[in-house]
């Protein structure tokens, strides 16, 4: 199995400008869950689908941020305008179920600078 | 407000000794506990997960959880050079959310 395929996996960008990261979860798995890391404030999530569907958008940080899963292989998520409080590193982690026992399997990472 | 807490380290151990690793939680409704392990610059990993009271041991790594002390701890016994790296303890409770703590640095000397 591939894993969690994440792209881009660096972006600079300027303030001001939309920033677009993608994922595709390992397939038949069908929970999705995006999260940013920095040195700050750690791991934290950012929102997650079960079945295309978004359950939990309670960590997304304001309006400028907007995620989409239009099937069950693929999610994106949006900064716009993107500000350089908005660098760090989002991962995009999949998951086989919701039981308590299911593991998250995450992503190599998107690096993201904007200057 | 869910928290995770980790004891913030930096920890240094030598080659051969045990690292001991602590992490406590806020949430008496905790289900299912992890301990990840994140190299710099890479993604967190999945190294051990445990689900009730008592010790789990995988190799060289023990996971230990008192729910009633809301205390869940991870033990390296014989670490190595290659065990350097972050540690994150992550709890799931009655929602499907893993709550992260954020992590403890471990760099083993040899």
């Known amino acids: 199995d591939a894993g969690v395929i994440q792209s881009p996996r660096h972006e600079v960008t300027e303030m001001g400008q939309e920033v677009t990261l993608r994922c595709k979860p390992i397939s038949g798995h069908n929970s999705l869950f995006w999260y940013r890391q920095t040195m700050m404030r750690g791991l934290e999530l950012l929102i997650y689908?079960?079945?295309?569907?978004?359950?939990?958008d309670s960590g997304m940080p304001e309006d400028r941020f907007s995620a989409k899963m239009p099937n069950a292989s693929f999610s994106t998520l949006k900064i716009q305008p993107s500000e350089p409080r908005d660098s760090a590193v989002y991962f995009c982690?999949?998951?086989?179920?919701?039981?308590?026992?299911?593991?998250?399997?995450f992503g190599p990472g998107t690096r993201l600078t904007v200057l | 407000q869910k928290e995770v807490e980790q004891n913030s380290g930096p920890l240094s151990v030598p080659e051969g000794a045990i690292a001991s690793l602590n992490c406590t939680y806020s949430?008496?409704?905790?289900?299912?506990f992890f301990w990840y392990r994140q190299y710099s610059g890479k993604s967190p990993e999945l190294i051990m997960s445990i689900y009730s009271n008592g010790d789990k041991e995988d190799g060289r790594f023990t996971a230990q959880l008192n729910k009633a002390s809301q205390y869940v701890s991870l033990l390296i016994r014989d670490s190595q050079p290659s065990d350097s790296a972050t540690y994150l303890c992550?709890?799931?409770?009655?929602?499907?959310?893993?709550?992260f703590g954020k992590g403890t640095k471990l760099t083993v000397n040899p």
């Open positions: 689908f079960n079945n295309n569907v978004p359950i939990d």
């Open positions: 982690a999949s998951i086989l179920g919701l039981r308590a026992t299911d593991t998250q399997y």
């Open positions: 992550a709890v799931k409770g009655g929602s499907e959310k893993l709550v």
């Open positions: 949430d008496r409704g905790s289900q299912s």
